[in-house]
């Protein structure tokens, strides 16, 4: 029997993804629903998977075939915050579908109007969603006010109607099912994987020889913007105190500017600040180090799971330190790094590890258990055959 998964998504709109057709590949390539059908694709290749976006600048369907995966372009319409709809990508999947009986549909987020669309197919074939770190309609309401309190209690009905016809949520953090009005067994913890032959293991010596750094020291790595999302001051804070106890250690931060507003705090804490890491280089830089952190997301970004940084530090075999471990398998966390959503914990998880109280050898193989693309797309493929058995037979 053949199986079909197509991926949905849509066209980003701003300065860093213009996303046209002079882009080439990569104006089907953006965004996430290109980067889960491709790697599925390459794990599962038995299965027939396509890409589907929509785009409002696009005046006619087009499609290319790229590693496998046959990536279609529809026009769209863009109704403000509610997003894309789009007439020919509905037809089309109705066509498809009779065609195509087992099939099933992974929508890229739940909080914009492709999900409400596909999900209209939701009693012919599976419906999926892959929650990219949305918060949920009912989750808005209650921090909103004003205008924005109407719109979102007024899609809070729309998410709803959308999720009654959905077969599955993949969440990247458990408590964002809280807020979905939805039974509880289509709720799953799933999120984007890494792939692992980006991010090897690198000998610390040897990470360290390349990037100039003292063999003799200890090393704390922040990659990211030094705002308080992230509240990398905590970070800084805690090193200023565990360096007088570790004379030795640094603190080495990436990816940050100088308009940055804790730019100024880590330059006084004597930190090595740097600009953009280029991609090929942050498996040396998180080789390289003791421990990353990654300290306290804030209110705005409550559901964002794990993060890619901590998975990739993972794989690297260095230890993770901060609130998002809370999205890891509880079961295996203790092997990957420590949990912290405070001062207090943060400076005693980190002093564990740099006395060499708290080791973590099985990190990489951990972290690979859970988040490559082969373990996460095999387990994908059998919810995608189950979910076919339920709704399709």
Aim: hydrophobic residues 40%; glycine residues 6%.
């Amino acid at each position: 029997m053949k199986y079909s998964v197509i991926y949905i998504d849509y066209n980003f709109e701003n300065v860093k993804y213009k996303n046209r057709p002079e882009d080439g590949d990569a104006y089907y390539t953006y965004g996430f629903g290109s980067l889960y059908a491709r790697q599925f694709k390459r794990y599962m290749p038995h299965w027939e998977v396509q890409c589907w976006k929509a785009d409002r600048f696009a005046t006619e369907v087009s499609s290319r075939l790229i590693q496998g995966v046959n990536h279609i372009i529809f026009p769209a319409a863009k109704l403000g915050r509610a997003g894309f709809f789009s007439g020919k990508m509905l037809k089309h999947a109705k066509a498809f579908i009779n065609q195509n009986p087992s099939t099933v549909f992974n929508v890229s987020g739940f909080d914009h109007l492709l999900h409400f669309q596909m999900s209209l197919l939701g009693r012919k074939c599976p419906v999926f969603v892959q929650h990219h770190g949305e918060s949920p309609a009912v989750h808005k309401i209650r921090s909103s006010s004003g205008v924005k309190l109407i719109y979102w209690y007024l899609w809070s009905f729309i998410e709803k109607s959308a999720l009654k016809r959905t077969h599955q949520v993949y969440l990247l953090d458990a408590e964002a099912g809280n807020y979905l009005r939805i039974n509880k067994s289509r709720l799953k913890v799933s999120t984007t994987g890494v792939d692992a032959e980006l991010f090897p293991s690198i000998d610390k010596k040897v990470a360290r020889e390349k990037l100039g750094l003292n063999q003799d020291a200890e090393y704390l790595l922040f990659i990211g913007r030094l705002n308080s999302s992230k509240r990398a001051d905590m970070l800084i804070s805690a090193y200023l105190k565990l360096k007088v106890e570790f004379p030795g250690l640094e603190l080495l931060i990436g990816g940050c500017s100088q308009d940055d507003p804790f730019f100024r705090m880590a330059r006084d804490a004597g930190a090595t600040v740097t600009g953009m890491i280029p991609q090929h280089e942050v498996a040396i830089w998180l080789s390289a180090a003791n421990a990353y952190s990654l300290p306290l997301l804030d209110t705005a970004h409550l559901f964002g799971g794990l993060g890619m940084l901590p998975v990739q530090s993972m794989l690297c075999n260095t230890p993770v330190v901060g609130s998002t471990l809370k999205c890891f398998p509880a079961e295996d966390r203790h092997k990957v790094g420590v949990f912290t959503d405070n001062q207090p914990d943060l400076e005693s998880a980190l002093r564990a590890i740099l006395s060499g109280n708290s080791t973590f050898p099985l990190t990489r193989d951990t972290a690979l258990k859970y988040y490559s693309w082969q373990s996460i797309s095999e387990k994908t493929s059998l919810d995608y055959l189950n979910a076919i058995k339920t709704v399709c037979q």
